[in-house]
């Protein structure tokens, strides 16, 4: 890495300038390693992007060597000693590996990539030049798009827009909440509104541990048709879907937002990490839906809830 040195860490802080650091959010660690893997930042050891930045101009220089199986094992070490969100299943590692060489030890750091990956942790793994070994670089990475190449380090920055986008997608773990409208306005629609509900679902993977779906519906009353992960899987949440009652008079967004808290709260699995998504239709009277909408925002300033609405009006 002796000619490229200074072009990597040009890349590793320009990967860094993409993050929004901060204890609360992303924080970032480094590892170097040649025959020896040294932890050079502990995780979140700096004052503030400045100065990781300082740190990372004096990262120690390349010498002779490579040991791929340290570095991995340095980064379980790294993640298994950070207990910032103990207990708190939401929390995912993500770890992204940059090499221009080759480990001769295939089974042992194969091994150990297996055992960070039932770790939880997310490698994203990139192969400068042709001296790599591309299964070796493939076989560590998560998912096989977090295999990343690129013929020289000069061309590094061409990757640095995919790197964040998968590190964000790594992390990127939910409940999701739909809250659909199911007033009388909304009856020659509403088919066509449950296709784009099953439409967003087909996005997302769905699982325990990444993302999970429930649904509320609401009239002059709301409902909790589907708790949160209460399916068997895809098709079955669809069937669910596809069941939902159809629409009568009537319309309450205060009823709708009130579920939506209470189901947040009375679930722990992520302790206060939701998103939720309210499709409506039409207005609704009186003071208690703005009430309600403030107390759910200081419920998402002080848990930390990640908030998306989708508001369809209908004319």
């Not at 001769?104 to 790599?132: L, N, R």
């Not at 939506?260 to 309210?278: C, S, T, V, Y």
């Not at 839906?289 to 107390?295: H, K, L, T, W």
Request: aromatic share 10%; proline share 3%.
């Amino acid at each position: 890495m002796s000619g490229e040195y200074s072009t990597v860490l040009n890349f590793v802080k320009t990967i860094v300038s993409g993050f929004e650091l901060s204890h609360n959010r992303k924080r970032v660690g480094i590892i170097v390693f040649n025959n020896y893997a040294s932890v050079e930042v502990p995780i979140g050891d700096y004052v503030d992007a400045a100065d990781l930045n300082r740190k990372i101009d004096a990262l120690p220089r390349p010498t002779n060597g490579e040991t791929f199986y340290g570095a991995l094992v340095k980064i379980r070490s790294m993640f298994q000693a950070d207990h910032r969100f103990e207990g708190k299943p939401y929390k995912r590692f993500v770890a992204i590996f940059i090499t221009d060489g080759w480990d001769g030890a295939y089974t042992q750091v194969q091994s150990e990539a297996t055992a960070a990956h039932a770790d939880d942790i997310v490698i994203i793994s990139i192969g400068i030049g042709s001296y790599v070994n591309t299964a070796q670089i493939q076989g560590m990475a998560s998912k096989s798009n977090f295999a990343l190449f690129t013929s020289t380090a000069n061309d590094l920055d061409s990757l640095s827009d995919d790197v964040v986008k998968y590190t964000c997608e790594a992390e990127c773990l939910a409940d999701v909440v739909l809250a659909i409208d199911r007033s009388g306005s909304m009856s020659g629609e509403y088919s066509t509104v449950l296709n784009f509900v099953k439409t967003i679902v087909s996005g997302f993977e769905l699982s325990h541990n990444r993302k999970r779906v429930g649904i509320i519906v609401f009239n002059n009353y709301a409902s909790v048709e589907v708790p949160i992960g209460d399916y068997v899987d895809a098709a079955d949440l669809n069937r669910k879907i596809d069941a939902l009652p159809r629409p009568t008079n009537g319309e309450t967004f205060y009823g709708a937002l009130v579920k939506i808290r209470g189901m947040f709260q009375a679930d722990h699995r992520f302790e206060g990490k939701p998103n939720w998504i309210l499709r409506q239709h039409g207005t609704t009277p009186g003071n208690r839906f703005e009430v309600e909408v403030r107390s759910f925002h200081v419920d998402r300033k002080r848990h930390g809830f990640a908030v998306r609405r989708c508001r369809e009006i209908y004319m």
